[in-house]
């Protein structure tokens, strides 16, 4: 089962840059900082600012809460998804791309 959540991932060539506008323009909280993400929040809204200097792929990328991430995964690609490298962050890890060109993402989460 899929459960849409609340965040998008946006893909920034400088998180810090971004961080920015996002929290002193739109006043979004900071919640964590890595090098390579900034997490920061806006009400219900969680905003995941990732390092992507050289973009391979769309730079806004929702996603959905699964329990279990590589049964999704493997069940997506037979309805026809692709499987898109998400990015220098998260070697190894992917995105999906439906079979109508929208890109997006499954994290795994207990569905209540």
């Known amino acids: 089962s899929f459960a849409a959540n609340n965040e998008l991932a946006l893909h920034v060539p400088d998180p810090d840059a971004a961080e920015s506008f ?7 909280e900071v919640v964590s900082r890595t090098p390579d993400c900034i997490a920061l929040r806006s009400g219900a809204l969680r905003l995941y600012l990732l390092r992507d200097p050289v973009l391979t792929h769309e730079q806004v990328v ?7 991430r590589a049964a999704a995964l493997a069940m997506l690609q037979a309805a026809g998804c692709t499987l898109i490298p998400i990015g220098p962050h998260a070697p ?3 995105y999906l791309r439906d079979p109508h060109g929208i890109l997006f993402d499954v ?4 569905i209540t």
Do not use: K
């Open 62 to 68: 929702p996603s959905f809460d699964v329990p279990d």
């Open 22 to 28: 996002y929290a002193r323009v739109l006043g979004c």
């Open 107 to 110: 994290i795994e989460r207990p």
């Open 92 to 94: 190894g890890e992917h």
